[in-house]
């Protein structure tokens, strides 16, 4: 079945923008999760969603970002007034409930560079 | 989540296992032994996780100490495709998951 997709695969913006990060997760799946990934390190936590109850935003580095799962499904990672230091690799990852030992299944990833 | 140690690299030769040690020592009751592998850039890919039990699973094999501080994890025949960083992560299955440096491991022909 499909996995968890991410979009845009890529995305290139100017200092000051704001950009949109989309995550599809598995079908089904009930907990959402957002990641940062800074080169040769490992995924830094963001923030997570069961259902569209954002659970835990403690990993959001300033109030520049946010994110939304208004229906459950789908989530978007919003960086406003993007600044270089924001640039990183942004993972989503999905699990099938979240009162179980979570296996979590992880999207591509949204590579954001802010020039 | 608890604090996990692993060595930063190891090498194993084609074919043979690979035994990847990790260190969890203030791992509290509830919390899982979760091992997580990335290969180049991909996203993180979940192989195996236990409690207390040994496990195994088409991937690979999860043996944990008894005092439960340590655990290692087995691929037991080693291919060039287990070339990847793999992580060691202690975390009940509640949250999310605390990815540390991990061990690169580099399958050698």
């Known amino acids: 079945g499909a996995g968890v997709s991410q979009s845009p695969r890529y995305k290139v913006t100017k200092r000051g923008q704001d950009v949109a990060l989309r995550c599809d997760p598995i079908?089904?799946?009930?907990?959402l999760y957002w990641y940062r990934q800074a080169l040769g390190q490992g995924p830094e936590f963001l923030t997570y969603?069961?259902?569209?109850?954002?659970?835990?935003k403690s990993g959001l580095p300033n109030d520049r970002f946010s994110a939304e799962r208004p229906e459950g499904s789908i989530s978007t990672l919003t960086i406003q007034r993007t600044e270089q230091r924001d640039s990183a690799m942004y993972r989503c990852?999905?699990?099938?409930?979240?009162?179980?030992?979570?296996?979590?299944?992880f999207g591509p990833g949204t590579r954001l560079t802010v020039t | 989540d608890a604090k996990t140690t692993q060595p930063p690299s190891m090498d194993c030769a084609e074919g043979r296992a690979a035994n990847l040690p990790c260190n969890h020592s203030?791992?509290?009751?509830?919390?899982?032994v979760y091992w997580y592998r990335q290969i180049h850039s991909q996203g993180p890919q979940y192989i195996i996780h236990?409690?207390?039990n040994n496990e195994t699973n088409e991937m690979a094999s999860l043996i944990i100490t008894e005092d439960r501080k340590s655990s290692t994890l087995i691929l037991p025949h080693a291919t060039l495709r287990d070339t990847a960083v793999y992580y060691c992560?202690?975390?009940?299955?509640?949250?999310?998951?605390?990815f540390g440096s991990g061990t690169r491991l580099q399958v050698q022909p």
């Open positions: 079908s089904g799946h009930v907990s």
């Open positions: 990852a999905s699990s099938l409930e979240s009162n179980r030992a979570n296996e979590q299944y």
């Open positions: 992560i202690g975390a009940t299955g509640r949250r999310a998951l605390t």
């Open positions: 236990g409690l207390k």
């Open positions: 203030t791992i509290s009751g509830n919390e899982y």
């Open positions: 969603f069961n259902y569209e109850a954002q659970q835990d």
